[in-house]
């Protein structure tokens, strides 16, 4: 069983940044592709970005490319997703997936752009 816990979330305005983090336990992390996922109010959870296991191939939304990175470091068992020029189109709660297409979803971190 995988357990993942994400946090960095918060409240930024429009322009800003925020960094999320989430840490994996238990399973495999090191050879599993790693996702970030976010929800809206009122609509379907999508893929904002994925990294391989590696970390050397990474796929992105048309809509945060250019202004999201994802990373991960295994030793860490940690993945991240660097948020900037944050748009208020980008307020979702923030779900980590592990696996492609993904098995175990953490709880997600809110992320709120707003003046």
């Known amino acids: 069983q995988v357990q993942l816990v994400e946090s960095g979330g918060g409240l930024v305005q429009p322009g800003g940044s925020l960094r999320l983090s989430c840490i994996g336990s238990?399973?495999?992390?090191?050879?599993?592709?790693m996702g970030w996922y976010r929800q809206a109010p009122g609509q379907q959870r999508e893929l904002v970005a994925s990294?391989?296991?590696?970390?050397?191939?990474?796929n992105y939304a048309d809509s945060v490319k250019g202004r999201f990175t994802i990373s991960r470091d295994n030793a860490k068992r940690t993945v991240y997703l660097q948020m900037n020029s944050l748009k208020p189109e980008d307020t979702a709660v923030y779900f980590c997936?592990?696996?492609?297409?993904?098995?175990?979803w953490g709880r997600g971190t809110q992320v709120t752009v707003s003046s």
């Open positions: 997936a592990h696996g492609s297409p993904p098995r175990f």
């Open positions: 238990g399973g495999i992390f090191r050879i599993v592709t």
């Open positions: 990294v391989s296991s590696g970390g050397s191939t990474t």
